[in-house]
């Protein structure tokens, strides 16, 4: 039984499998081991004399009669990595297709002069494309996905065939102006065609 702090130690990589069992079976074997006073030697600080005898004599017989529930049926090392295995397989399988998607239907980019910025994540990116692509950009009909470490330019409906699959790998995807609703307090004031950021 993990709490949400091994999860997240899992999640974060500082620990793996192995180790949270281990901890987990020293925290049981610890909870069960008998513990005495070292003083004294008596288990658990109380001699016989203290407390109730009646209750001593109870409590033995208490036990025996409830009846024990059957352990949980614990996933096994060897099922927990088969798991494992099997969705790093299936995400590499999803990663190779998505790859594929984007090479097949990605347009040339880097060759223009214009500056595109966007943001990826908490950083401000940049590529560089043609004037055309630049006003397909800003009104979305091409998008910008990741590619590995780099970025390539799609078509709005590969970009959505895309993230149908791997949301992930979406970077920019501006709404079509066709559908956009301006606030009347700035409806009096259009966006010029030639403002960059």
């Keep these: 039984m993990r709490n949400a702090l091994h999860e997240q130690l899992l999640k974060a990589g500082l620990v793996d499998e192995k180790r949270l069992e281990e901890a987990e079976r020293e925290k049981r074997r610890d909870r069960h081991a008998p513990q005495t006073d070292s003083r ?3 288990k658990n600080g109380r001699g016989p004399q203290q407390g109730r005898p009646e209750q001593a004599r109870q409590a033995p017989k208490q036990a025996a009669a409830a009846p024990r529930r059957p352990a949980p049926a614990q996933p096994t090392k060897a099922a927990l990595d088969a798991a494992r295995h099997a969705t790093q397989l ?4 999803l990663d190779r297709e998505i790859i594929h998607i984007i090479k097949a ?4 980019h880097n060759d223009g002069e214009e500056v595109y910025n966007f943001i990826d994540g908490k950083k ?6 043609s004037a055309e692509m ?7 009909e091409l998008s910008i996905v990741r590619l590995r470490s780099r970025y390539a330019v799609v078509s709005a409906e590969t970009a959505a065939a895309i993230v149908q699959k791997a949301p992930d790998y979406l970077v920019v995807a501006n709404q079509s102006e066709a559908g956009e609703v301006l606030d009347p ?13």
Excluded at 90 to 93: G, K, L, P
Excluded at 105 to 108: K, L, S
């Design 40 to 42: 004294q030697g008596k």
């Design 90 to 93: 299936a995400r590499r399988e």
């Design 105 to 108: 239907n990605r347009r040339t």
């Design 124 to 129: 401000v990116a940049r590529i560089y494309v």
């Design 134 to 140: 630049h006003g397909q950009l800003s009104k979305g």
């Design 185 to 197: 307090a700035y409806a009096e004031h259009p966006i010029p065609d030639d403002l960059r950021w």
